[in-house]
């Protein structure tokens, strides 16, 4: 676990190697001491910062999950008391993620929703496990453009969302928590499939 | 987990922005332009309002429960996942408000002598008293000032949300924890 240290960690080497969004592969002991004090953050940044963080989780406990294994859902394991009729699949819990992340992060940029989605699912012509990656890994590009739209002065503008009007700043961070609630399932079903989730390895 | 729930989520979002209504506020708001400190109370109110009713489904003789099924070699009990998010929560919403936080955190899971359930479940509740007041410290002036935290200096507004993503991830293993023992989550029980 202490999951939230590595999740800091995580922020704290972005943030010192200013290179917030793809840092490759940071190892959870590495101190970012040598470097500078980093500027004032903006808002842009340390928003752009906790999608970083997200994004980073999420991807690779999506990849980690072995393909045969997508549809996984825990009712399959047959377990003796439980309740897991009609929820998601592992599949669909990444599907539904990136299709939040286009609805929101995409009424910031401007830019069209990917083509397909009818529902909150997303596409359902993405079967395979790399096509769906690919479908989360592009959502957090919008996250990305999104996040670098804000600036003091323009957060609290009212963007039109869904037939009705939200914070910009709302529309960028709300799926970020949105996203960890999924998580937070996810890492219980690759569990459950023997599977140690990346981002608590080494705990 | 279930399907439309994020929808349900930013609906009840924008009701609470649109209606006035931010939370339980019974009495009349001013009226005036959405704050920083409102968009982030609203974030923590939605995690209050899925994660303290789940904490409450869990019965009493099931807060220990951990799952078996699989690799969870050293994962935390439900109980642990709730003291977890409570500490986590008195330790960055102290930092946002500048104060000493009001329990011990040098525990992660929390201080070793809140066992019971009403114990835990009070434990955590009152840490969202905390959050309702950090949350309304935050103004756009002092939203981007770095503060002292557990992990270093952190802006303000970092604290405020971050808080409340973290404890979606633990809220999100709990709720496969109320499943494996035959409960749905309370949030998800008007979809069924």
């Given at each position: 676990m202490k999951h939230l240290r590595m999740m800091f960690l995580?922020?704290?080497?972005?943030?010192?190697?200013?290179?917030?969004?793809?840092a490759q592969q940071p190892s959870g002991s590495a101190a970012p001491a040598q470097q500078p004090a980093q500027p004032a953050p903006t808002v842009s940044s340390f928003v752009d910062?906790?999608?970083?963080?997200?994004?980073?989780?999420?991807?690779?406990?999506?990849?980690?999950?072995?393909?045969?294994?997508?549809?996984?859902?825990?009712?399959?394991?047959?377990?003796?008391?439980?309740?897991?009729?009609t929820v998601r699949t592992f599949a669909l819990e990444v599907r539904h993620v990136a299709t939040a992340n286009y609805f929101y992060w995409c009424s910031v940029t401007g830019d069209k929703l990917p083509e397909g989605i009818k529902g909150a699912n997303g596409p359902e012509d993405l079967k395979s496990k790399a096509e769906i990656i690919k479908f989360l890994k592009d959502s957090f590009a919008f996250g990305?453009?999104?996040?670098?739209?804000?600036?003091?002065?323009?957060?609290?503008?009212?963007?039109?969302?869904?037939?009705?009007?939200?914070?910009?700043l709302q529309l960028v961070v709300a799926p970020v928590p949105h996203a960890f609630d999924h998580y937070g399932q996810m890492v219980?079903?690759?569990?459950?499939?023997?599977?140690?989730?990346?981002?608590?390895r080494g705990n | 987990m279930k399907m439309k729930r994020w929808k349900l989520l930013f609906l009840l979002f924008v009701l609470s922005l649109t209606t006035g209504l931010m939370g339980?506020?019974?009495?009349?708001?001013?009226?005036?332009?959405?704050?920083?400190?409102?968009?982030?109370?609203?974030?923590?109110?939605?995690?209050?309002?899925?994660?303290?009713?789940?904490?409450?489904?869990?019965?009493?003789?099931k807060y220990n429960f951990v799952p078996t099924t699989g690799e969870f070699k050293s994962?935390?009990?439900?109980?642990?996942?709730?003291?977890h998010v409570a500490t986590t929560n008195y330790s960055f919403w102290s930092a946002v408000l500048g104060e000493n936080p009001p329990v011990d955190v040098s525990n992660e899971n929390g201080p070793a002598s809140i066992k019971t359930k009403a114990e835990i479940v009070k434990y955590l509740k009152d840490s969202f008293a905390l959050g309702?007041?950090?949350?309304?410290?935050?103004?756009?002036?002092?939203?981007?000032?770095?503060?002292?935290?557990?992990?270093?200096?952190?802006?303000?507004?970092f604290?405020?949300?971050?808080?409340?993503?973290?404890?979606?991830?633990?809220?999100?293993?709990?709720?496969?924890?109320?499943?494996l023992n035959g409960i749905i989550p309370p949030a998800s029980r008007q979809q069924r």
């Open positions: 995580l922020l704290v080497l972005c943030v010192a190697m200013g290179t917030a969004s793809q910062r906790q999608i970083s963080t997200i994004e980073k989780q999420f991807v690779e406990a999506a990849e980690a999950m072995p393909e045969d294994k997508f549809n996984f859902t825990p009712e399959s394991l047959n377990i003796k008391g439980a309740d897991y009729k990305h453009k999104a996040a670098a739209t804000l600036t003091s002065e323009n957060i609290m503008e009212m963007l039109p969302f869904r037939n009705n009007k939200a914070p910009r219980e079903y690759l569990r459950m499939n023997g599977i140690v989730p990346p981002a608590s | 339980q506020a019974q009495t009349a708001q001013p009226t005036g332009p959405v704050t920083v400190s409102a968009i982030t109370e609203s974030e923590i109110r939605l995690i209050e309002n899925d994660i303290v009713p789940a904490a409450e489904a869990m019965p009493e003789d994962v935390r009990t439900f109980a642990e996942q709730v003291k309702h007041r950090a949350a309304k410290s935050l103004t756009a002036e002092n939203m981007g000032e770095r503060v002292p935290s557990e992990f270093g200096k952190r802006p303000r507004l604290l405020t949300t971050f808080t409340v993503a973290h404890a979606f991830d633990h809220y999100g293993q709990m709720v496969v924890y109320l499943r």
